[in-house]
């Protein structure tokens, strides 16, 4: 059975590992990959057609939490733990639930003091009790009319909840705490910086946990701006963004059938090879003869797409600039990581030719439960749509910077 101290408005955990509101996702699946061996029959709860009109949830069944992450920034929003008989949990290092221990509302008011009168909610039969970052939920089966403010003498705990704020209902994931970032960079939001013709690069703005010289106390969260494109060399981008978190090289281009003469290719005797930068959720392509950036990919994490939980998601923001039919004017519109494939379509038009089917699979196991995604092509960038209709990556490719096309300034602050 856990053991668990409980820290109101921020976390949850022991002296091994701590579940943080503000947490991303992968991190929280790191801790329960660890220790696997204690936290077993774990659950992934999502929306399939509609992953984000609902949180994602990790539900521990073996002890009675959840975690529900926020469907948009997949950052921790609220710990609840919904069975108490099957974890003990402490406040201060005091156990108020445990074996020898029953979570009264006697026990409650001993281990947290005084708070606003209860709240009942007539149509759950419960009565929250809050205080600034936590709740606590008592059930009241066994009375018949509810008091107005008082719970009832002996009345049980059945519910608590871990939040950020006063309201469980309005509370939103905070910013990420600064232990989460070890020694990470992550990215608030990517820009796609274009042209008429199409993408030429990326501007990046990136968050860091720095530190004032000498002490962690002084450590801040500071933001930088950085800029990457199309035929920037290795040295760029590891000057840019530092090194990447693995370089895949590529064994084969499965794509090389779909080009126009794939006979008249000559093999390379190089792998092409890309920088994986998975907290930024973007993959950097580089050509093996010139060693300069050929591609970049954007991945929008989604849950039920095989490549889930291997990046963090990209914020990413496409201008696009529309032509009206029949008109001289044009209009401005944006793409982001939220945007389904049929709205793209009605900004972009159709494509000219049918879909490449994608089907991934590891090589130890053929099996993709996930199902195949779609590649679509249109203005030099190709779209992976999965089946329900949401983009699971973008891929853009473009001509190399020309040497008219200046870098922006770079900066970054704390905060």
Not at 21 to 47: E, F, T
Not at 103 to 112: A, G, H, K, N, V
Not at 168 to 175: D, G, V
Request: glycine share 6%; proline share 6%.
């Amino acid at each position: 059975m856990l053991d668990l101290e409980v820290v109101p408005e921020r976390s949850l955990g022991n002296e091994l590992w701590e579940f943080a509101l503000g947490m991303p996702l992968a991190q929280a699946i790191s801790i329960l990959q660890k220790h696997c061996r204690i936290i077993k029959n774990v659950q992934v709860l999502y929306s399939e057609q509609t992953p984000l009109s609902h949180d994602l949830i990790l539900n521990l069944t073996q002890d009675g939490i959840k975690l529900l992450f926020d469907a948009t920034n997949q950052r921790l929003k609220v710990i609840e733990v919904y069975d108490l008989s099957k974890v003990k949990l402490k406040y201060c290092g005091v156990h108020f639930n445990s074996q020898a221990i029953a979570p009264t509302i006697e026990q409650i008011d001993q281990s947290f003091g005084a708070t606003h009168p209860g709240v009942y909610n007539a149509a759950e039969q419960l009565f929250h009790l809050n205080f600034r970052g936590l709740s606590f939920s008592f059930q009241l089966d066994s009375w018949s009319e509810a008091p107005k403010y008082e719970i009832p003498h002996g009345a049980m705990v059945k519910r608590m909840h871990i939040y950020t704020g006063n309201n469980l209902q309005e509370t939103r994931a905070p910013a990420m705490p600064l232990a989460c970032f070890l020694g990470n960079i992550y990215a608030e939001c990517v820009d796609v910086v274009r042209d008429a013709a199409g993408p030429l690069g990326l501007k990046l703005r990136l968050l860091t946990a720095g530190c004032g010289p000498g002490v962690m106390a002084d450590a801040k969260v500071r933001s930088m701006e950085r800029s990457i494109f199309f035929g920037d060399s290795c040295q760029d981008v590891l000057g840019a963004l530092g090194s990447p978190h693995k370089v895949f090289y590529k064994s084969e281009d499965k794509m090389k059938i779909h080009s126009p003469s794939p006979h008249k290719q000559v093999p390379s005797k190089c792998n092409d090879y890309f920088f994986n930068y998975f907290t930024l959720g973007v993959d950097i392509l580089f050509d093996s003869t010139t060693h300069l950036v050929k591609k970049f990919v954007l991945h929008t994490n989604y849950p039920g797409h095989y490549n889930f939980n291997i990046y963090h998601r990209c914020d990413f923001k496409i201008p696009l600039v529309i032509k009206k039919e029949g008109a001289d004017s044009q209009e401005d519109c944006i793409l982001t990581t939220y945007s389904k494939w049929d709205q793209i379509q009605e900004l972009l038009g159709h494509p000219m030719e049918k879909p490449v089917v994608l089907h991934r699979s590891s090589s130890a196991n053929n099996t993709n439960p996930f199902g195949s995604t779609f590649c679509f092509g249109l203005q030099r960038m190709i779209f992976e749509v999965m089946q329900n209709n949401h983009i699971a990556s973008v891929t853009l490719y473009g001509a190399p910077r020309t040497s008219s096309q200046t870098r922006p300034p770079s900066s970054s602050s704390a905060h």
